[in-house]
Structures are given as C-alpha cells and as structure tokens.
C-alpha cells in the first residue's frame, strides 16, 4: 500500500524546485552580465535585480560572486566532456564521431554564447582549486577528441594532433561572434572537419 505525500512533503518539493528554478536562472543571468560587463565590473546588487531579488539575497544559492562564476565555469566543463563521453563511448567510425562531436560542440556554443565566451575571457579571475578543477576537466575533454583523432589520423604527431585541435576548438568558439550568415554553423562544422580530418 502506497502512503500519500504529506503536505509538508509536498510543501519542500515544491521549495526545492523553487530554489533550484531561482538558482539556475541566476547562473543564466550572471552569465549574460558577466559575458556583456566583465566578471570584475558586475555587482551582487546587479546579479540579484536580473532576476528579481535584492543583491544579499544571492548568498543564499551561492557564498560569492567568485563561486558563482567557478559554477558557471566549472557546470560548463563538465556538460561538454559528459556530451563528448556519451558521443565516443558508443565507437562509432571515428569519421563519424569526429562529425558528431563537431555538432555537439557547436550546439553548445550557439546555445551557451555567454558561457563560451566567460570561458575565454574569465578563466583567470578563479581562485586557484576552481581555476586546476576547469583546467582538469578542459584536459580531459581535449584528451578525448585526441584519442579518437589518433585513430581517424594514426600517423600525425601528438603535437600536430594538439594544434589542430585547439584551432578548431578555438574556431567552434567563435560562433557567438562569427555567425553573421544563415548557414554560419555548417560552414564553420565544415571548415572544423577539414582541419581536423583533411579535405
């Protein structure tokens, strides 16, 4: 037999979803802001009035402004290598898994410009365990694609195989700035397999 929530149950679910809704439309919000002004030019007064609270009130999703921008970073690291481990653990041809992690990254940089862009720009302002946790996770992310290079290209250098890639990672990234035409996407998704697999 099955026992009915109780109303205090019921009552913290739907305060947990609250926090979590207000929390995630925070890390939104900051992002933009940080994106638009700069991580030092943005107050905790500003962060709070994007989204409808006073500035003291962000303490209570985050301890500081600095830990919010280390949750952006760090969020954002960590989708991208999950995506990417989801994409190269089902061992596709490794043409096709080059192609699909394209799209991938490209999708999360057209969906996520402001991420993409505090990921250029504000690395450097963490304090020093968040800055080695997204710099790790950056690794392994980097580390995947190598791997599965080294198999579409066995004979290049691990040296090339690096150049080549932070290249493209860098041209996927420019999306949020370089999406002028319709068919921005595919020409740089095309322009990125050429670099990485040869015309």
């Not at 089902?90 to 057209?110: G, I, K, M, N």
């Amino acid at each position: 037999m099955t026992r009915e929530p109780t109303m205090d149950a019921v009552t913290a679910t739907w305060r947990a979803t609250q926090k979590a809704h207000r929390r995630a439309s925070l890390m939104r919000s900051a992002a933009r802001l940080f994106a638009e002004r700069g991580f030092a030019a943005v107050s905790t007064v500003e962060l709070g009035e994007a989204v409808g609270m006073s500035g003291p009130a962000l303490y209570n999703y985050f301890p500081s402004k600095d830990a919010l921008l280390a949750e952006l970073l760090t969020d954002a690291s960590t989708r991208l290598l999950d995506g990417c481990r989801e994409i190269v653990a089902e061992q596709s041809a490794p043409d096709d898994t080059l192609a699909r992690l394209v799209r991938f990254h490209l999708d999360f940089a057209t969906a996520d410009p402001d991420t993409i862009r505090l990921q250029d720009r504000e690395l450097a302002q963490l304090a020093a365990d968040a800055n080695h946790e997204v710099r790790r996770l950056q690794r392994e992310y980097v580390q995947e694609w190598d791997a599965v290079l080294a198999k579409r290209r066995p004979h290049l250098a691990a040296d090339e195989r690096q150049t080549r890639l932070l290249a493209t990672f860098g041209l996927l990234n420019s999306t949020p700035h370089s999406a002028v035409a319709a068919n921005a996407p595919a020409i740089l998704a095309d322009m990125a397999l050429r670099a990485l697999a040869g015309a």
